[in-house]
């Protein structure tokens, strides 16, 4: 992705709280799309989040959106919607009340409001008997749906989300994601910070990991995939060679590890069913180098190959350790 | 179910007006629970019971006249403007829903002064019941007041106006701002009002007391130096004051963040 076609670019970009440090110098550039924010509890997801839906101000350095700032300027923020993780809303209100007030707010006219909020409140699936119950008598999902219509009010062009999947169910959380990838498919470009890994490696095509205020990692999941063993040798000055642990299949499971340990290429090794076989590599790189070879030379025919860990998960726990 | 793309096109810019509507009906429905209405409830009717256990006693209208000026438009007033327009924002910060405002296609000095106007609203409305008990008293322990009605309603509106601005102002300068509104309110409004300089038009409550003795009752409890200077140039004082307090405000706002964030606590 080149830094042209970016929507959200950050440079030099640090908050400090006080002495506190939010954000620490960081570059980023966040292309169009579905891309998840990842990181542990005070990583700076919250507030990357914050600086991007102009709540917040950088100490120092440049972020915009669609080549603005954010801060105080409502023509940018007519183009981002913004679900916010805290569960604080107005419980005396019904969902219709509130969204209409926050329509009117937004610039929606008092003949299109109402329309529209119920057309919202169909899309994220809230089912209608609950409208005329106040947010207070809502689950913490029913409330997660409440709050992403109306970070849809105005129409976005960027939807912001701070962990929308907390408190859904498995169901909830499918339909969630839908509802996300179906918004993606017309356009809407959404950043989604989430602590559910398996499900923003699910949804999204780019992935930045935040740790300590810092970017780690940027890019799409075969970019971070691909160059996770260049990331992780520089950390760890070439000792780690990338994944370790594989499943391999092959028409010959037995003569294979009997083949790979006479190589000193394996620490250990673990039979599944159908001739798939867990494997942990004593030392990758040359596994990699060398197993075309050994396989061409002892007549082995290898029909899976597969890495453990290079789920998103795997991934960002290696990056982050 | 309607999957369908939103049809909805925003708006180039916000209507101001409707968005104030808008507002008003998220501050006019939560004002008016039960739990939230205690307050104001209370101190409408503490007020009025006082005012009834000192009215009742009194031996002329002056005393009526006193308790209004000095109670009801020098204490009771700004106080209740601290606790109402001083929290406005910073009570949506506290409950962590300032970011369904701030994240709106709005600047930030509007969202403040929709605020203002939104609690302004209420406070005249509360005000307007508070006057009729007050009244309501004078008539019932036998006190000749409603002459005073007009010139009492037109203080009321632009006491209400600058004492809200001077305190959404405070609201805006510090967390603290109740201690802060005491102190300016005693150095300022107490202090140098009354001293016989050219300070003392910088309190409001200086121009207050100036509209007030336009009435011949309350001048007569008051003296005649507060009406000579004319009740004009006491309108443009409290208008102005008003206007500064509203721009202090939203300049504030504007630069500040106020949000409730963890690592900001």
């Known amino acids: 992705m080149s830094a042209t076609d970016a929507i959200i670019h950050a440079q030099d970009l640090s908050r400090w709280y006080g002495i506190v440090m939010g954000l620490n110098n960081i570059d980023l550039h966040i292309p169009p799309g579905l891309t998840g924010l990842v990181g542990p509890n005070g990583a700076g997801k919250s507030t990357l989040i914050r600086i991007i839906t102009g709540q917040i101000r950088p100490s120092s350095g440049e972020l915009t959106v669609f080549n603005e700032r954010p801060w105080n300027n409502p023509r940018l923020l007519r183009q981002i919607g913004y679900c916010p993780e805290d569960e604080a809303m107005p419980d005396d209100l019904t969902p219709l009340l509130w969204l209409e007030s926050l329509g009117l707010i937004s ?16 899309r994220v699936k809230l089912a209608e008997e609950h409208w005329p119950k106040t947010i207070g008598q809502y689950s913490k999902g029913m409330r997660q749906r409440v709050k992403l219509a109306q970070a ?44 559910i890994l398996p499900e923003l490696e699910a949804l999204c095509s780019h992935v930045v990991i935040l740790n300590w205020g810092r970017v780690m990692a940027s890019g799409s999941q075969t970019e971070l995939r691909t160059l996770l063993p260049q990331m992780l040798d520089g950390k760890t000055g070439g000792a ?9 299949r092959s028409d010959a499971p037995q003569r294979l590890v009997q083949v790979l340990f006479a190589e000193g290429l394996l620490d250990g090794f673990h039979m599944e069913e159908d001739g798939l076989m867990a494997v942990h590599l004593s030392d990758p790189q040359s596994f990699h180098d060398r197993l075309p070879a050994l396989l061409a030379a002892h007549g082995i025919a290898l029909f899976e190959m597969r890495s453990q860990d290079c789920s998103l998960q795997d991934i960002f726990n290696r990056i982050t350790q | 179910m309607n999957l369908a793309p939103p049809q909805h096109e925003p708006q180039e810019s916000v209507d101001l007006f409707a968005a104030s509507r808008g507002l008003w009906r998220l501050l006019w429905r939560r004002q008016l629970v039960w739990r939230r209405l205690l307050g104001p409830a209370a101190a409408l009717g503490g007020f009025t019971l006082l005012s009834w256990l000192v009215l009742a006693n009194a031996p002329n209208d002056n005393a009526f006249y006193g308790w209004v000026v000095v109670f009801y438009f020098l204490m009771v007033m700004p106080l209740f403007c601290l606790n109402v327009c001083g929290a406005m924002i910073r009570e949506e910060a506290a409950a962590n829903t300032l970011c369904f405002f701030t994240t709106r296609p709005l600047k930030r000095s509007e969202i403040f002064l929709m605020f203002y106007f939104g609690h302004m609203v209420w406070l005249q409305i509360v005000f307007l019941i508070q006057t009729l008990l007050l009244f309501g008293i004078g008539i019932l322990v036998g006190r000749d007041v ?120």
């Open chain 1, 107 to 122: 610039g929606i006219s008092a003949g299109k409001v109402g329309p529209r909020c119920r057309d919202l409140l169909h």
């Open chain 1, 152 to 195: 849809l009010l105005h129409t976005p062009r960027l939807l912001v989300l701070d962990e929308p999947m907390n408190g859904l169910d498995p169901m909830g959380r499918q339909e969630m994601q839908q509802i996300l990838k179906q918004l993606s498919d017309e356009g809407v470009s959404i950043l989604i910070s989430s602590h």
């Open chain 1, 240 to 248: 780690n060679r990338g994944p370790s642990r594989y499943f391999l």
């Open chain 2, 146 to 265: 409603l002459g005073f009605l007009p010139i009492f309603l037109v203080c009321q509106f632009f006491g209400l106006m600058s004492w809200g601005a001077l305190c959404a102002m405070l609201g805006m300068l510090h967390a603290r701002y109740v201690v802060l509104g005491l102190v300016y309110g005693l150095v300022v409004e107490v202090g140098i009002a009354n001293i016989p300089t050219n300070l003392k038009y910088l309190s409001l409550s200086h121009h207050l007391r100036t509209l007030l003795v336009q009435h011949d009752g309350v001048n007569q409890v008051f003296g005649n130096t507060l009406s000579a200077e004319g009740w004009g140039w006491s309108l443009v004082g409290l208008g102005a004051g008003t206007i500064l307090f509203l721009i202090a405000g939203a300049a504030l706002f504007t630069w500040r963040e106020l949000i409730n964030a963890p690592a900001e606590r």
